[in-house]
């Protein structure tokens, strides 16, 4: 059944990716976002912050609001952290109370991160594993679960928590994989970066995630919080080997051996949760990078 699909922050990565899967599968696409509108064939788009003015200006009532606007930065929240809240926290709280005041009925679907439980043991972590978050970036996303918990339990709201882990695919232009593919191609000799190497990441890929989106999408229960990741854990530096080896590089590679602040050493994420409601993710990392590194190759 067609469905009024709302996603904020649809200029960003995950947002346009959304929007076009969406798109194609007969839905009606509405976005707020920032600057030109990326996506073309949403029915309407409104370039501005997220806010219960821009929401009611609309006009719309909406089945699903996928709310990937806000900050993924944990260096921008160390650096600006009442931006940070004002875009994790405040922008959450204005959709929260949109939806209480004015369409009760929609499913929110509120990306989140691993970041609200801190530093863990390496090892895979569930979604009950309780921890303290050692950024602003992880205090306000867990601020803002903690928000989506209480409008559920308090106006009976239908609210679904996905925690990214490290999503990638075709259009990012940031994090790891942008900053390795970019620096080997530019034929840096070392090529260095920070930590020392041994961090492990879980990496998943976008459309593995798109295909959860809809799983969720179809969720009777009214409020759930699930891991998104590929249940596999990868230490950084293989990863930037896996890189180094695809683009044909014959550079040195170092790291400087330096904690990121922050940025807690191991994310691993349990997905047992998510496959018992059908969905498992089916792109293997290197896979996943062979058609990344080509889509590079095009616009380097």
């Not at 602003?136 to 709201?157: D, Q, S, T, V, W």
């Not at 999503?167 to 990012?172: K, N, R, W």
């Not at 018992?276 to 590194?293: H, N, S, V």
Request: hydrophobic letters at 35%; aromatic letters at 10%; glycine letters at 10%.
């Amino acid at each position: 059944m067609k469905k009024k699909i709302l996603i904020t922050g649809i200029n960003g990565f995950i947002g346009q990716h959304c929007a076009d899967y969406f798109k194609k599968s007969g839905n009606i696409i509405f976005g707020i976002g920032h600057g030109v509108i990326k996506q073309k064939d949403s029915h309407q788009y409104v370039s501005a912050d997220v806010s219960l003015s821009t929401l009611l200006n609309m006009q719309q009532s909406f089945d699903v609001i996928i709310h990937c606007a806000g900050s993924g930065s944990v260096g921008y929240s160390i650096n600006n952290p009442k931006g940070d809240y004002e875009k994790n926290v405040g922008a959450t709280k204005e959709v929260l109370e949109y939806m209480r005041l004015h369409n009760p009925n929609a499913k929110l679907i509120f990306l989140s991160s691993p970041a609200v439980v801190g530093e863990q043991p390496q090892g895979p972590i569930s979604e009950e594993c309780s921890g303290q978050p050692v950024s602003p970036y992880g205090h306000n996303k867990k601020i803002a679960e903690e928000m989506c918990l209480k409008y559920f339990k308090e106006h009976g709201l239908n609210i679904n928590i996905l925690r990214m882990y490290s999503v990638y695919g075709i259009g990012l232009t940031k994090q790891l994989l942008w900053d390795a593919s970019n620096k080997f191609l530019n034929s840096q000799n070392p090529v260095k970066f920070f930590g020392t190497g041994e961090e492990t990441r879980d990496f998943i890929h976008i459309k593995d995630v798109l295909k959860m989106m809809s799983v969720v999408v179809g969720l009777k229960s009214k409020f759930e919080i699930l891991n998104c990741g590929s249940g596999t854990s990868y230490q950084v530096q293989n990863v930037v080997y896996m890189i180094k080896n695809l683009l044909g590089s014959l550079s040195e590679v170092e790291f400087n051996q330096q904690v990121n602040k922050g940025n807690p050493q191991h994310y691993w994420a349990d997905i047992s949760k998510a496959q018992k409601l059908g969905w498992t993710p089916e792109i293997l990392l290197m896979d996943g990078l062979k058609e990344y590194i080509q889509w590079i190759k095009t616009i380097a």
